[in-house]
């Protein structure tokens, strides 16, 4: 549902005050002088873990609750399960409250709750202003335990999710990162499927109740609040009053298979007549907790992460060469193996030429040793980055909550500037040596061959696939 102009436009005042109105026990920049405060964790009897943080800066609180499930947990038939009842938490009305009324509610209160489904996490969030807390924390509690899933408004979202599906390659440069991650893992894979019109048809409101029942419980969820609320105390009295009753029970998850990847080069095309070729590289990366995190964070930065036009894939590619507007890499982690992908966009007539001189820079980065400065660069703009994260008191004990959420060390986010800084030249070009390697790589291109400069098969055996 659409947000109310007074809604948008008062949140968006409150949000701009608080970021120039930051508390001065938040983060400062300046090397590894990184010590945020740590909020107040707590357990509810039922197992829900809850963390505070008192902020009277502006009249707002907000919240979010982590619920451990995502995508990945839908089952192969019915993919799409998860995100629709997530999206009809609110949308569907509770046992308490019609649609309708917590529409009106909210929309009259300028406040919000939304709920999302991601990969590997669920979400629910509230933002409202302090005096209305009460009213919108009632519906936020029973939109989490008591949701009634409407029967029409679950026609109105499967068919908002079917027309989404219908359009889900108008955007070629987003298509091509999809489709390259679904051929990487392959498409029975959750780290590589996607939802299709038969399996989000295939959901039933009872599928949606039972998932509900199975992943929403107090002691499978992370609930997050902050902002403007006399003592976190008194939150908590709130907080026990609505969700203390909630009985804790047995979660089953699936089990997740273990990811296949194959080690040799592979190289998909998906013809398509656009004015651009897009093209994504893929390559082996790493598991959650693997201390190659922070050299590799650093590597990337220095290849094609947010370091901008300094990068060396922006520097080479886009800059030097003109051969190409968008240039960038990435690491993603995962329980089981992550990635690193490479992504660019391109005239077709030119391809071959970027994508070579891609490899090349991902080969140069394993036999010749960063320079220091350059590290130092880049060492410099992740940690600048990341302290900027966190430009209020929610932001921070947010992030605090999602590090328990995956299972990092309490002392992750204190240590992570110090471990960043702790990366030279020698661990970039040892971390580069291990997991790089573009020969092996996987490339993925949507285009127009007839135009394309070279046969996209002087780059491996291709392997063409229809755009459905």
Not at 109 to 118: C, F, K, T
Not at 167 to 194: I, T
Not at 411 to 431: F, Q
Request: glycine share 6%; charged share 25%.
């Amino acid at each position: 549902m659409k947000k109310s102009t007074i809604t948008g436009a008062l949140l968006m005042t409150l949000f701009s005050a608080a970021a120039f109105a930051l508390p001065p026990a938040l983060p400062k920049i300046g090397g590894i002088d990184f010590k945020p405060p740590k909020g107040d964790r707590l357990v509810m009897d039922n197992g829900m873990v809850v963390y505070l943080m008192k902020d009277n800066t502006l009249p707002v609180v907000h919240m979010t609750a982590y619920i451990r499930t995502g995508k990945l947990n839908d089952p192969i038939e019915k993919i799409g399960l998860g995100e629709m009842t997530a999206g009809l938490l609110k949308d569907g009305g509770t046992l308490k409250y019609k649609p309708e009324e917590i529409d009106k509610t909210l929309e009259f209160l300028a406040a919000s709750v939304e709920s999302s489904m991601g990969i590997e996490e669920g979400r629910a969030d509230l933002t409202t202003l302090s005096k209305d807390l009460d009213a919108v924390l009632d519906i936020y509690a029973d939109v989490l335990m008591h949701p009634a899933f409407a029967e029409d408004k679950v026609k109105l979202r499967r068919d908002e999710t079917l027309e989404m599906i219908r359009r889900r390659n108008d955007d070629p440069g987003r298509a091509v990162v999809r489709e390259a991650l679904r051929s990487f893992y392959g498409p029975a894979h959750p780290y590589g499927w996607r939802s299709e019109e038969a399996t989000v048809n295939a959901v039933t409101i009872e599928d949606m109740k039972a998932y509900h029942a199975n992943y929403y419980k107090p002691n499978n969820i992370i609930l997050v609040a902050a902002g403007d609320f006399a003592s976190n105390g008194e939150m908590m009295k709130k907080l026990e009053a609505r969700f203390g009753a909630w009985p804790r029970g047995e979660v089953k998850f699936p089990v997740i298979p273990p990811v296949q990847i194959k080690g040799e080069r592979q190289v998909f095309h998906i013809e398509k007549d656009i004015s651009q070729a897009f093209i994504v590289m893929l390559q082996k990366g790493i598991k959650r907790f693997d201390p190659l995190e922070y050299p590799l964070t650093v590597t990337n930065e220095i290849l094609g992460g947010g370091s901008g036009l300094s990068s060396r894939l922006a520097a080479e590619i886009r800059s030097r060469r003109g051969l190409a507007y968008t240039v960038y890499s990435y690491s993603a982690k995962k329980p089981d193996y992550g990635y690193t992908l490479a992504y660019l966009g391109t005239k077709p007539e030119t391809y071959s030429q970027a994508l070579s001189e891609l490899l090349k820079q991902f080969k140069l980065i394993t036999e010749v040793p960063a320079p220091a400065d350059e590290v130092t660069r880049a060492r410099d703009s992740i940690v600048n980055s990341f302290v900027f994260r966190f430009p209020t008191p929610f932001d921070l004990i947010t992030e605090r909550a999602s590090y328990e959420y995956y299972g990092y060390k309490p002392d992750y986010l204190d240590n992570y500037v110090e471990n960043i800084a702790r990366t030279d030249s020698k661990a970039v070009l040892e971390t580069a040596k291990k997991l790089f390697k573009p020969e092996e790589a996987m490339l993925f291109v949507i285009g127009n061959s007839k135009k394309f400069d070279k046969p996209l098969s002087e780059f491996g055996t291709v392997t063409e696939l229809k755009e459905d």
